[in-house]
């Protein structure tokens, strides 16, 4: 089984700050990763396919990038609905796997 | 629009089975697979299985091989999943999900975007 290692595991920020997320995974899952969002209470959002695509009606402010087995999510100018949990996701090899996740915190 | 309605919240004992449903609105049942995935307390997503609604074939996580049974009523444009055996680590949420299909520098691949607001199940005497 593929495991991903997300870092850091909590990124302290202020509103319009860049973050920069990392997701690892154990061995080549090639570009077949996705990055989601959750907020408390919801369920989890797509927001990046294919290690580097937006999905629908995402905002430009998030991009993603990596290949391989190393990933990254960056949000330009964090806006306040930014702060929430962030995952990562292999559908490369079965069974398919997630990150634990980044906290992203208003500092 | 697409939504994924499930079943209220459970609370179970150890040993006993819990079965949730999803319903299925705004597309055609039959076009999409669906995946069943949990998230325990604290920790990270957890992908259970899934079934191919349209000719009922499922495959499942060898972590749940002996425990789940996901199926599907075309009738009723609803998928179900069956946990038995519970013990208390299997207290979580439980999602099920719709794939979409995206495509990119001509390779087309199927991501989670359509989520239930998922079930809680609470496992404890």
């Known amino acids: 089984e593929i495991v991903l290692t997300q870092s850091p595991a909590t990124l302290s920020l202020s509103p319009g700050e860049r973050a920069t997320l990392s997701c690892r995974a154990s061995?080549?899952?090639?570009?077949?990763l996705a990055w989601y969002q959750q907020k408390r209470g919801q369920a989890p959002r797509l927001l990046i396919y294919?290690?580097?695509n937006r999905a629908t009606g995402i905002s430009a402010r998030f991009s993603g990038s990596g290949s391989g087995t190393d990933f990254t999510l960056t949000i330009s100018s964090l806006e306040p609905e930014d702060f929430a949990v962030y995952y990562c996701?292999?559908?490369?090899?079965?069974?398919?796997?997630f990150g634990q996740g980044t906290k992203v915190e208003i500092k | 629009q697409v939504q994924l309605v499930q079943s209220g919240a459970e609370v179970k004992n150890p040993g006993a089975s819990v079965k949730v449903s999803c319903k299925a609105l705004?597309?055609?049942?039959?076009?999409?697979?669906l995946h069943w995935v949990r998230q325990a307390p604290g920790q990270r997503l957890e992908w259970m299985g899934w079934?191919?609604?349209?000719?009922?074939?499922?495959h499942y996580s060898q972590h749940f091989q002996d425990r789940v049974t996901i199926t599907r009523d075309t009738s009723a444009n609803t998928a179900y999943m069956e946990l038995s055996s519970l013990r208390s680590e299997d207290t979580a949420v439980y999602y099920c999900?719709?794939?979409?299909?995206?495509?990119?520098?001509?390779?087309?691949?199927?991501?989670?975007?359509?989520w239930g607001q998922g079930t809680l199940v609470t496992v404890s005497s």
């Open positions: 996701h292999q559908r490369s090899n079965w069974p398919e796997t």
């Open positions: 061995q080549s899952v090639s570009s077949y």
């Open positions: 079934i191919i609604v349209g000719d009922g074939n499922t």
């Open positions: 999900v719709r794939e979409t299909r995206y495509c990119s520098g001509g390779t087309c691949r199927d991501y989670f975007e359509y």
């Open positions: 705004g597309y055609t049942f039959t076009d999409h697979s």
């Open positions: 294919d290690a580097s």
